[in-house]
């Protein structure tokens, strides 16, 4: 059986209008989807119904939770609850590893 391998560092695309989202694996359990946000954009605050796991593969950026603002970088990472809010913006061009709740 052939296996499909995700390569999160292919066709990486910064857009100086809106932020470039690839959606890497869908299962029932998770998803996991890679964004790339050009230097100064921005998720605006919003929630959502599932938890996420946002890990920084690349640049740096501002991280909105219900719990405060967080300025995270390459390498760190931070867990948002389900129906909570949740936004980023980019202090640089930011390429952030997202691991959801299936939905």
């Known amino acids: 059986m052939k296996k499909k ?4 560092g292919e066709g990486i695309e910064f857009s100086s209008k809106r932020p470039n989202l690839k959606r890497m694996i869908r299962s029932k359990k998770f998803n996991t989807v890679r964004i790339c946000l050009g230097k100064g ?5 919003h929630p959502e119904p599932y938890a ?3 890990y920084i593969i690349e640049g740096s ?3 909105t939770s219900d719990d405060g603002e967080f300025t995270l970088k390459k390498g760190d990472s931070i867990f948002i609850k389900a129906k909570r809010t949740r936004g980023i913006q980019a202090l ?3 390429v952030v590893l997202g691991v959801q709740d299936g939905h």
């Open 92 to 94: 640089e061009n930011l």
């Open 5 to 8: 391998i995700n390569n999160f």
């Open 61 to 63: 950026g501002i991280f």
């Open 41 to 45: 954009l921005e998720i605006k605050p």
């Open 52 to 54: 996420v796991f946002f």
